[in-house]
């Protein structure tokens, strides 16, 4: 099964270790936002098209709504007629901003998108286009990546960042009323290989670690794994106003993969694996 994997970020290096016969595609090689420079897949004709390149910097997007569209969802409708162009399953990976958070418990399939930020439109619309073109399909949610590869665009992540900090002797204040559902990117990719090999009925799927917590919980869960001593607080949202509104609860239920034999293990196991491979501890 040969496989094109679209952006070579946080979650697309790991993709890329996962498969046997697979072509990286990074920036330089292609933009989706560019239909011409997307017929570069025709010439490969893979088997399946993983789409994992975003305009993901939220506050940003809020500045720069046009380049937000032109990447999250012209780029979804370029790569989706390609796809069915060359008959490739295409993935297009989403997230979890697709919601208003405003439900209180983690979000199914099912539920209806709502977001309420320029990112989170733009990817539900290159949803609504991947599910408009293409006849085989996955749009696959994902929340809070950490991958050793780091953001791209942003430098490391989330994790990276705490420990930085806490090194420095900063004192870390942070949100402790805004919850979503960590994922490690060496776990989302094992899963998006067993969702292809497994030929799970095309559609919707959300691929996170199992479980949920506030960025005050996932930091706090880092410390207590590393044995770093840190000056950490929790704090509200509301002390630390954004551009981009963010839902309050983001978090996804994976009810569904578990369902068709997916299992995934709970975010602070893979919390502690990420930071084995770091080197942390």
Same mark, same amino acid.
């Given at each position: 099964?040969?496989?094109?994997?679209?952006?070579?970020?946080?979650?697309?290096?790991?993709?890329?270790?996962?498969?046997?016969?697979?072509?990286?595609?990074?920036?330089?090689?292609?933009?989706?936002?560019?239909?011409?420079?997307?017929?570069?897949?025709?010439?490969?004709?893979?088997?399946?098209?993983?789409?994992?390149?975003?305009?993901?910097?939220?506050?940003?997007?809020?500045?720069?709504?046009?380049?937000?569209?032109?990447? &999250?969802? #012209?780029? /979804?409708?370029? @790569?989706? =007629?390609? *796809?069915?162009?060359?008959?490739?399953?295409? +993935?297009?990976?989403?997230?979890?901003?697709?919601?208003?958070?405003?439900?209180?418990?983690?979000?199914?399939?099912?539920?209806?998108? &709502?977001? #309420?930020? /320029?990112?989170? @439109?733009? =990817?539900? *619309?290159?949803?609504?286009?991947?599910?408009? +073109?293409?006849?085989?399909?996955?749009?696959?949610?994902?929340?809070?990546?950490?991958?050793?590869?780091?953001?791209?665009?942003?430098?490391?992540?989330?994790?990276?960042?705490? @420990?930085? =900090?806490?090194?420095?002797?900063?004192?870390?204040?942070?949100?402790?009323?805004?919850?979503?559902?960590?994922?490690?990117?060496?776990?989302?990719?094992?899963?998006?290989?067993?969702?292809?090999?497994?030929?799970?009925?095309?559609?919707?799927?959300?691929?996170?670690?199992?479980?949920?917590?506030?960025?005050?919980?996932?930091?706090?869960?880092?410390?207590?794994?590393?044995?770093?001593?840190?000056?950490?607080?929790?704090?509200?949202?509301?002390?630390?106003?954004?551009?981009?509104?963010?839902?309050?609860?983001?978090?996804?239920?994976?009810?569904?993969?578990?369902?068709?034999?997916?299992?995934?293990?709970?975010?602070?196991?893979?919390?502690?694996?990420?930071?084995?491979?770091?080197?942390?501890?």
């Amino acid at each position: 099964m040969k496989v094109a994997v679209i952006g070579i970020g946080q979650l697309g290096s790991d993709l890329v270790k996962v498969f046997d016969d697979v072509i990286p595609l990074t920036h330089k090689e292609i933009e989706v936002a560019d239909f011409s420079s997307c017929e570069v897949i025709k010439d490969i004709k893979p088997e399946v098209i993983i789409n994992t390149a975003a305009y993901h910097k939220t506050d940003e997007c809020e500045d720069d709504p046009e380049k937000s569209f032109l990447v &999250n969802a #012209i780029g /979804a409708r370029n @790569i989706a =007629k390609i *796809a069915k162009d060359v008959n490739a399953v295409n +993935i297009f990976i989403s997230t979890d901003y697709v919601f208003d958070g405003a439900k209180g418990s983690p979000y199914s399939e099912d539920d209806v998108a &709502n977001p #309420i930020n /320029a990112y989170g @439109i733009s =990817k539900y *619309a290159g949803e609504l286009f991947t599910k408009y +073109i293409s006849k085989k399909y996955y749009i696959l949610r994902v929340s809070s990546l950490f991958g050793v590869a780091g953001a791209s665009g942003k430098g490391g992540n989330f994790v990276e960042t705490m @420990i930085s =900090k806490a090194k420095s002797g900063s004192e870390l204040n942070v949100v402790d009323d805004i919850t979503m559902s960590p994922t490690y990117t060496v776990d989302a990719s094992i899963a998006i290989k067993k969702i292809i090999e497994s030929d799970l009925p095309y559609g919707i799927y959300h691929v996170t670690n199992d479980g949920f917590c506030t960025w005050y919980e996932f930091a706090k869960a880092i410390f207590e794994v590393t044995g770093i001593s840190a000056n950490l607080f929790p704090t509200t949202s509301d002390k630390y106003p954004t551009k981009a509104k963010r839902p309050m609860n983001s978090s996804l239920s994976i009810d569904k993969i578990k369902s068709h034999g997916i299992a995934m293990r709970h975010w602070k196991e893979a919390l502690k694996a990420y930071l084995i491979e770091k080197r942390h501890i």
